[in-house]
């Protein structure tokens, strides 16, 4: 299975605009976007496939949905293409709000990869669906091109990945989910990245599904402006195919999810393992909290997630497994007096402490941030192969945080084009500190 990003955006002086976080050579090679392997059990039935989400007891949805279920908050899923007319997503997905320009095939789902992320997102779980961990949230589909596709289907017109993020960044989605990657820097991707991080948008991608190759993160997750999310399983460790590295920012469940493993949306399958659900979960989770406080900018929303995520560490000292920890957006939920914070100042853009550096100060929203230069923590390689994630991969034995919250994901890769696209504003040069454990 393959497909490839897409994100939403604001205006540049809309107080979502977000500043520069990370600093990387930006190489002219075009990547190549890889799928990472996944583990499917037997078939579910409808029924009993509830039973399933095992994370949504530790994680207290129920709990969670008295205070927010993500009302008013659209989620860009950019993907496969999402069908709309699952039990679970009926009334879910804004397909009239597909921008024309790549709105044709948004709902066509030949792998049924991006309907399993829109219902994990907002499922409503009627008719014994799976049940979305932001089930008042709305999904808008983009269906990005499908590498691995053949015959008729490859035929299909489908948008580019830099074309459906710019695309996003133009509407009123708060909300990019990506769960996709390559292990190749693609300049259009990123500049489209960057565009939609300018216009206050939340960008969300798998780190990818390497853990027993390179193990390199793959891109849009090392992207600047990008919360990049790995995966952890039942028994509160990350993934052994997990992908690890400077880039991992948060942990969600990704073992052990039902989703569709055959494009006829009849029956779910169990075992789904991979970094694409949990960035599903770790989206559905921004969009809870969002619509609790829908004043805050991308960047106090990030905040929130990082405060208040699970971990056995220092804040200011994230691990290259587990980055700042497992999400918990009940724990904002939860305290009417949470503070996210300032509302221009990227939390993700702190330089390193280790050298003594100071922290990314705020910059005005009117300042939209152009792509950073720098040292790049996932080295960028050559154009022309794919990426070697093919399946679970070896993990280390570390405990994503203390209480249990997790995530799932199914990494995608597809191919993608250059194409331009014009940015205004100013530059913007930050460093990430570097993950040491």
Same mark, same amino acid.
């Given at each position: 299975?393959?497909?490839?990003?897409?994100?939403?955006?604001?205006? @540049?002086?809309?107080?979502?605009?977000?500043?520069?976080?990370?600093?990387?050579?930006?190489?002219?090679?075009?990547?190549?976007?890889?799928?990472?392997?996944?583990?499917?059990?037997?078939?579910?039935?409808?029924?009993?496939?509830?039973?399933?989400?095992?994370?949504?007891?530790?994680?207290?949805?129920?709990?969670?949905?008295?205070?927010?279920?993500?009302?008013?908050?659209?989620?860009?899923?950019?993907? %496969?293409?999402? @069908?709309?007319?699952?039990?679970?997503?009926? *009334?879910?997905?804004?397909?009239?709000?597909?921008?024309?320009?790549?709105?044709?095939?948004? +709902?066509?789902?030949? +792998?049924?990869?991006? +309907?399993?992320?829109?219902?994990?997102?907002?499922?409503? *779980?009627?008719?014994? !669906?799976?049940?979305?961990?932001?089930?008042?949230?709305?999904?808008?589909?983009?269906?990005?091109?499908?590498e691995d596709l053949t015959g008729e289907e490859k035929e299909r017109k489908t948008a580019l990945s830099a074309e459906a993020i710019k695309a996003a960044a133009d509407t009123d989605a708060?909300?990019?989910?990506?769960?996709?990657?390559?292990?190749?820097? &693609?300049?259009?991707?990123?500049?489209?990245?960057?565009?939609?991080?300018?216009?206050?948008?939340?960008?969300?991608?798998?780190?990818? &599904? @390497?853990?027993?190759?390179?193990?390199?993160?793959?891109?849009?997750?090392?992207?600047?402006?990008?919360?990049?999310?790995?995966?952890?399983?039942?028994? @509160?460790?990350?993934?052994?195919?997990?992908?690890?590295?400077?880039?991992?920012?948060?942990?969600?469940?990704?073992?052990?999810?039902?989703?569709?493993?055959?494009?006829?949306?009849?029956?779910?399958?169990?075992?789904?393992?991979?970094?694409?659900?949990?960035?599903?979960?770790?989206?559905?989770?921004?969009?809870?909290?969002?619509?609790?406080?829908?004043?805050?900018?991308? &960047?106090?929303?990030?905040?929130?997630?990082?405060?208040?995520?699970?971990?056995?560490?220092?804040?200011?000292?994230?691990?290259?497994?587990?980055?700042?920890?497992?999400?918990?957006?009940?724990?904002?939920?939860?305290?009417?007096?949470?503070?996210?914070? #300032?509302?221009?100042?990227?939390?993700?853009?702190?330089?390193?402490?280790?050298?003594?550096?100071?922290?990314?100060?705020?910059?005005?929203?009117?300042?939209?941030?152009?792509?950073?230069?720098?040292?790049?923590? %996932?080295?960028?390689?050559?154009?022309?192969?794919?990426?070697?994630?093919? !399946? #679970? +991969?070896?993990?280390?034995?570390? &405990?994503?945080?203390?209480? *249990?919250?997790?995530?799932?994901?199914?990494?995608?890769?597809? !191919?993608?084009?250059?194409?331009?696209?014009?940015?205004?504003?100013?530059?913007?040069?930050?460093?990430?500190?570097?993950?040491?454990?």
């Amino acid at each position: 299975m393959r497909a490839v990003t897409g994100r939403s955006a604001e205006k @540049n002086s809309a107080p979502g605009g977000r500043v520069g976080r990370r600093a990387r050579v930006v190489s002219a090679t075009v990547g190549l976007l890889t799928a990472a392997g996944v583990v499917f059990a037997p078939s579910a039935s409808a029924l009993d496939v509830q039973q399933d989400q095992w994370y949504l007891g530790p994680m207290q949805a129920e709990q969670m949905w008295k205070a927010s279920t993500g009302k008013g908050v659209k989620v860009a899923v950019i993907d %496969s293409g999402v @069908n709309p007319h699952t039990d679970s997503l009926r *009334g879910q997905v804004l397909v009239d709000e597909v921008p024309e320009s790549v709105a044709y095939g948004a +709902t066509d789902d030949y +792998t049924g990869h991006g +309907t399993s992320m829109a219902e994990l997102i907002a499922g409503t *779980g009627a008719g014994g !669906g799976v049940r979305g961990l932001a089930p008042g949230a709305k999904i808008v589909p983009y269906r990005v091109y499908l590498e691995d596709l053949t015959g008729e289907e490859k035929e299909r017109k489908t948008a580019l990945s830099a074309e459906a993020i710019k695309a996003a960044a133009d509407t009123d989605a708060k909300i990019l989910s990506m769960s996709f990657g390559s292990e190749f820097i &693609n300049p259009a991707v990123e500049a489209a990245i960057t565009y939609a991080a300018s216009k206050g948008k939340l960008l969300i991608a798998s780190v990818g &599904n @390497n853990g027993e190759g390179d193990a390199h993160i793959g891109y849009p997750a090392a992207y600047p402006y990008v919360i990049g999310v790995t995966s952890l399983g039942r028994n @509160n460790k990350i993934s052994k195919f997990s992908s690890r590295g400077q880039y991992v920012d948060l942990v969600a469940p990704g073992e052990d999810i039902p989703g569709y493993c055959r494009p006829d949306f009849t029956t779910y399958c169990r075992g789904l393992m991979g970094t694409s659900a949990s960035t599903a979960i770790v989206s559905a989770s921004a969009a809870l909290i969002w619509s609790a406080h829908p004043d805050w900018t991308a &960047n106090q929303v990030t905040r929130a997630l990082i405060d208040t995520a699970s971990r056995k560490w220092p804040k200011d000292d994230p691990t290259q497994y587990a980055g700042y920890g497992t999400v918990r957006p009940r724990k904002v939920l939860e305290d009417p007096e949470y503070d996210a914070g #300032p509302a221009y100042s990227d939390p993700l853009a702190e330089w390193n402490r280790s050298e003594g550096e100071p922290l990314v100060t705020e910059i005005p929203p009117s300042s939209a941030p152009a792509s950073p230069s720098g040292p790049a923590s %996932s080295p960028p390689r050559a154009a022309g192969g794919e990426a070697d994630g093919d !399946g #679970p +991969t070896a993990a280390p034995a570390q &405990n994503a945080s203390s209480a *249990g919250d997790g995530g799932n994901g199914l990494w995608i890769a597809l !191919g993608a084009a250059v194409a331009a696209i014009v940015l205004v504003g100013g530059t913007v040069a930050v460093r990430r500190s570097r993950r040491t454990a």
